[in-house]
């Protein structure tokens, strides 16, 4: 493969691991002077990881940097910052107490003779910026009085001003106007023009298309093609992208659904920071139980919001919670868990785990009530459940007591869906079960559920990955800003999926 | 055999590293130990049967008091309020020792004395909720809420007694209230009456903490808040009640003291919320909260009590006390970070060791809640 323009910084088989997961299995990749390398993958294919590790957030399990044609190693972002490495993230890092001009120069404040701030001179620079990304933000506001596009532009603003000389940008049109995404293309055209490299990574496939010089695809942690611009489409990219997947399984059938058992009726949830927006917009979905649907959506679509909302977490602006018929809007969690209905959070770390408890009390946490005899809790009865647990969704672990620290990702996963198990629901909601495990956990923990539908059980789990829709589901719901915008059954293709999301629209 | 040789080699290696794991894990013991030694060399009456009981009846005032500051700490929080509801607690009971007037039937009322410690006990659990309630419904941090408490509360101990020390609160025969100074005078088989209460807080609260629900829930909302929510906790409730039970505990503790000295002061417990996070900590737990237990505590407590004892027999300064104090609670600190290191880690950063060395070693970790001293 021939390419023109030299390599200014080169991945050589980086190696990364989490733990037990193998985020990067031996990529090798390079970035060329004044163009713009685009990596294409599927979440969790290791595209942040990678990028993670070229601009120095992370170091690899192995493997090797070079930068024009030296090895280094940067030993945090400041250090690769200073080499000439910036990255714009994917969640945003500003400080939202702090004004643009602030966050802008976060850390390398331009002082004057006397050591003062010269914040004349900053507000000069982001004037500047903010002229050259055609936005009119004033460099006093404070970033919290901005909106999400607006705080993304002061993010690409704040990695355009320290004049690198490569620029990482994880998904930075996310929450950008046509507009502004036709604006930021205009100087990502300038930049390159004047020598300037550019990583770039977006899930909207199309727009990406528009200024990718050269594609690499991530496949599971692999490159597993990459090409020049002139010769690749849409077609090539999500062929690449989704590949052959690892089987996930299929729909259990040999039965028929029961009753209808979970009815979100026109829910709408308001967004905290924002009351006149909604995440979830009158939203409706039903499920039967023993049926399995799966809600696929990208991150902001509102997945999140919509089962938290459901599981009682937070409160819904509008509309009506059914289980078994009941209205369960008012309920607290507990009383929803008692009467069926569990939740397995995304962040498991986050949301899941108790860090500082031993595996078991982790397993028995949400069903503490069925063990007490008298005022004490049966310790005997507890390490059944546990062992129970265990057994169940085969955790591996050598026993209850054990750190829930000494778990892979996988099998903590296991832990807190073990948990909301140990209630015995009729629904169960999983918000992106397959986040940061690795692929045979997948296969066990869809396997789990698969056989739970079969006994009944009302599954309903996110996913912002395609090749998990087309696993286990009965029917596939995609969902976007809130909406629901298609549903399928479970014989539609990832490419109709995507296109029903607005990814690809594919010919 | 030609292989016995490494394999000891391997071993010998192993056992010195447990050594050290050992000393940092039994951190509070071996204070302790050391404390005790370095006294009883320096004075030969340290370590009679009569000291160590004088002693213990000091330690458990501050015992009792970080017993309750534990249940908050567990839970994430902080009770800065607690010397101060122990010195309003004091002056309840006195005041209620003095007799209550009631004028529209002209006559004073002198409750018994297990009302008296009833109502004083009350006191302090009302105090304790106000804290909660702030803290759970009204979002106000922990310390800001409890920092205010502290004022408001010794405000009114002062407001009730003008700033006066209750006197002479033993009760008199004829009016039936006698058997207060009972609780810090007596002795229950040569035990100090103090000493026998923490024991029985002791033992209470190592029972709710390991053996009922609520015990669990504390660890749980106080390892991640957020989990526990979503596991079905009642992560404001929980909140409430601990507080509730710290107010209590200072409440007791309150009553004892006043009970010993058989007089109730307003400035009684000044600075002492201090000495209880301090046995607290000693003791082992995180402050970051979930990590933690009585029997640390209870250590921790009696390595304080014990030290600052020891400092005032050999003659040592006040000034250079407060010094060994402090060294000793920095110290502590210290210890705890390096024991909890890699422990608490953030989001999505799994543990640094490989997951099938850290299986294998995890029966070596003992268990969060008893992972103490």
């Not at chain 1, 850390?107 to 910026?129: H, P, Q, S």
């Not at chain 2, 050992?22 to 071996?30: S, Y």
């Not at chain 2, 803290?135 to 700033?163: D, E, H, K």
């Not at chain 2, 209460?197 to 009922?212: E, F, G, H, P």
Request: aromatic share 6%.
């Amino acid at each position: 493969m021939v390419m023109q323009g030299e390599v200014l910084l080169s991945a050589r088989s980086v190696v990364k691991r989490y733990g037990g997961v193998h985020a990067l299995k031996g990529v090798n990749f390079e970035v060329h002077r004044g163009a713009v390398t685009t990596l294409f993958g599927e979440n969790g294919a290791g595209k942040s990881t990678l990028m993670k590790i070229l601009s120095g957030v992370e170091v690899p399990t192995s493997g090797q940097l070079i930068l024009d044609g030296q090895p280094v190693e940067f030993t945090s972002t400041v250090d690769a910052r200073e080499k000439g490495i910036s990255i714009i993230h994917q969640e945003l890092s500003l400080a939202p107490n702090l004004s643009v001009r602030d966050n802008i120069f976060m850390g390398r404040e331009i002082t004057t003779n006397r050591g003062t701030v010269d914040y004349a001179a900053e507000e000069k620079a982001v004037r500047a910026l903010m002229e050259g990304l055609e936005e009119n933000i004033s460099p006093k506001t404070l970033v919290s009085e901005l909106r999400l596009g607006q705080q993304q532009i002061v993010e690409i603003a704040r990695a355009l001003s320290v004049n690198s000389r490569i620029l990482i940008m994880d998904e930075p049109t996310s929450a950008l106007s046509a507009n502004e995404v036709e604006v930021l293309f205009r100087v990502i055209h300038d930049l390159t023009a004047s020598g300037v490299s550019i990583v770039y990574i977006s899930h909207h496939l199309e727009e990406a298309l528009q200024i990718t010089d050269f594609a690499v695809v991530l496949r599971d942690g692999e490159i597993v093609a990459q090409d020049e611009a002139a010769n690749i489409d849409l077609v090539w990219i999500v062929s690449n992208m989704v590949g052959r997947n690892f089987d996930l399984g299929t729909p259990p059938t040999g039965y028929e659904f029961g009753e209808t058992v979970l009815q979100v009726k026109q829910v709408s949830v308001a967004d905290p920071a924002n009351p006149d927006r909604y995440l979830v917009n009158n939203l409706t979905l039903d499920i039967r139980a023993g049926e399995i649907v799966c809600v696929y959506g990208l991150m902001g679509a509102g997945r999140t919001e919509l089962l938290e909302a459901v599981a009682g977490r937070g409160s819904i602006a509008s509309g009506e919670v059914l289980l078994n018929g009941m209205d369960v809007a008012k309920l607290s969690i507990a009383q929803r868990i008692e009467r069926g209905l569990g939740l397995v959070p995304e962040d498991r770390q986050r949301d899941g785990l108790v860090q500082t408890m031993t595996v078991g009390h982790n397993l028995s946490l949400a069903s503490l009530q069925s063990l007490v005899k008298g005022v004490l809790m049966s310790s005997t009865s507890e390490s059944r459940l546990v062992d129970n647990q265990i057994a169940k969704v085969h955790v591996k672990t050598n026993g209850g007591g054990a750190a829930i620290g000494s778990l892979s990702g996988g099998n903590q996963q296991k832990v807190v869906i073990g948990k909301m198990l140990a209630t015995n629901p009729t629904v169960i909601l999983l918000d992106e079960p397959s986040r940061g495990i690795d692929v045979g956990a997948k296969a066990e923990v869809f396997g789990l559920l698969s056989s739970l539908a079969s006994q009944g059980v009302a599954v309903l789990y996110s996913t912002s990955e395609v090749g998990e829709c087309l696993s286990i589901a009965h029917r596939i719901v995609v969902m976007n800003k809130g909406r629901i915008l298609a549903s399928f059954g479970p014989n539609v293709t990832k490419e109709q999926i995507m296109s029903a999301s607005g990814e690809a629209v594919l010919a | 055999m030609s292989t016995s040789k490494p394999t000891r080699l391997v071993s010998l290696f192993n056992d010195g590293f447990d050594i050290r794991a050992t000393l940092l894990r039994g951190r509070a013991w071996f204070a302790l130990i050391i404390i005790i030694i370095v006294f009883s060399v320096l004075s030969p009456n340290y370590l009679s049967l009569n000291n160590i009981l004088q002693m213990s009846a000091h330690v458990a005032v501050f015992a009792i008091l970080s017993m309750g500051m534990l249940m908050v700490i567990l839970n994430g929080g902080i009770d800065l309020s607690v010397g101060s509801t122990l010195g309003f607690a004091g002056i309840i009971a006195g005041s209620l020792m003095q007799g209550v007037d009631i004028p529209a039937l002209g006559i004073k009322l002198f409750p018994a004395v297990w009302v008296v410690v009833l109502i004083a006990v009350a006191c302090g659990a009302g105090i304790g909720f106000i804290n909660g309630v702030l803290i759970s419904r009204f979002r106000v941090a922990p310390f800001v809420a409890t920092l205010g408490m502290l004022y408001v509360v010794r405000g009114a101990a002062l407001l009730i007694t003008g700033g006066l020390t209750f006197p002479k609160l033993q009760g008199s025969a004829d009016l039936g209230n006698t058997g207060f100074n009972w609780l810090g005078f007596n002795r229950v088989f040569g035990v100090p009456v103090g000493v026998v209460i923490m024991l029985v807080i002791a033992i209470l609260l190592s029972v709710l903490l390991n053996r009922t629900v609520f015990g669990r829930w504390i660890y749980a909302s106080g390892g991640n808040n957020r989990a526990a929510e979503l596991s079905g906790i009642p992560v404001k409730k929980v909140q409430i009640r601990v507080y509730v039970i710290s107010g209590m505990c200072a409440a007791i503790a309150g009553v004892i003291i006043a009970s010993e000295l058989t007089s109730a002061s307003p400035v009684a417990g000044e600075t002492f919320e201090l000495t209880a996070i301090a046995a607290v900590v000693i003791g082992g737990a995180s402050l970051a909260g979930g990590i933690g237990a009585i029997r640390g505590t209870l250590l921790g407590a009696f390595v304080i009590g014990f030290l600052s004892d020891g400092l005032v027999i050999i003659g040592v300064s006040e000034y250079w006390q407060m010094i060994f104090k402090g060294g000793v609670i920095v110290l502590a600190v210290m210890l705890n970070a390096i024991h909890y290191r890699g422990r608490k880690r953030g989001p999505d950063s799994p543990p640094p060791t490989a997951s099938f060395a850290a299986v294998s070693s995890a029966p070596a970790e003992p268990r969060a809640e008893k992972n103490v001293a």
